[in-house]
């Protein structure tokens, strides 16, 4: 089945550090990728998304490179900022196994970012 | 952007009552709704996909007699959470996508926080 593995947080950075959070993913098929972001108090919200290999998402300063060989879907962010304290879940679209015919997501743990001042 | 609402935002109920989540998207048609439910310091696990007019498919190991769903119209799908008991307390997250592609987003609802005491 498909799985997404992040790396465990919490994170802890300074502001106008460099962040990383580090995305693997296990897929049957060719997934999309996703990054969602979770302010807290906050629903889920789209951060970027890459649809196929190669592709490079970004939004908001984040990117994210959709590789194939290594399975990986890494977040970069060159510079964080306090109001990026937020929790990220790295997570892929495939079709549904369970016969619902539709696109399912499949979500990493999350890890939770804390930037300081 | 696309919003997806809930309701109500947070609900306390007594073991053995049932309890009913609203998630409405409220400027496009929801071809397919998810229920998704949020632990602690985890990551979301699927319970199931609706689909508008159709019967819900549920995820393994998701009761579906327990869960009752109803995707009554491409606006408006309810989760029924049925004689709850205090382990059935969790935070409950629905989504809403307006197609069937790969790679469509899916938009969160703000979640449920369910405490059955």
């Known amino acids: 089945g498909n799985s997404v593995t992040q790396m465990e947080g919490p994170v802890t950075l300074s502001e106008e550090a460099f962040l990383t959070i580090n995305c693997t993913y296990t897929?049957?098929?060719?997934?999309?990728l996703f990054w969602y972001v979770q302010y807290p108090g906050e629903g889920l919200q789209l951060l970027l998304k890459a649809t196929k290999a190669d592709d490079k998402g970004s939004n908001k300063g984040f990117e994210a490179t959709y590789r194939k060989e290594t399975t990986s879907f890494h977040l970069e962010k060159g510079s964080v900022q306090v109001s990026d304290s937020a929790v990220y879940f790295c997570?892929?679209?495939?079709?549904?196994?369970?016969?619902?015919?539709?696109?399912?997501?499949?979500f990493g743990k999350g890890t939770k970012l804390s930037v300081i001042p | 952007g696309a919003v997806v609402s809930q309701h109500p935002s947070r609900v306390i109920c007594k073991s053995g009552t049932s309890v009913k989540i609203e998630c409405r998207s409220l400027?496009?048609?929801?071809?397919?709704m998810f229920w998704y439910r949020q632990f602690p310091k985890q990551s979301l696990m699927l319970m199931a996909t609706?689909?508008?007019?159709?019967?819900?498919?549920?995820e393994q190991g998701v009761e579906k007699d327990k869960f009752l769903i109803n995707h009554a119209s491409l606006t408006l799908s309810t989760l029924t959470v049925t004689s709850a008991h205090p382990e059935d307390s969790s935070f409950y997250i629905c989504?809403?996508?307006?197609?069937?592609?790969?790679?469509?987003?899916?938009?969160f609802g703000p979640g449920t926080r369910l405490l059955v005491l």
């Open positions: 897929a049957t098929g060719y997934p999309s």
């Open positions: 997570a892929l679209s495939d079709l549904g196994y369970s016969g619902a015919g539709s696109y399912q997501l499949t």
């Open positions: 989504s809403a996508n307006a197609g069937a592609e790969p790679g469509e987003t899916q938009y």
């Open positions: 400027d496009f048609q929801a071809t397919t």
């Open positions: 609706s689909n508008e007019g159709s019967k819900a498919t549920y």
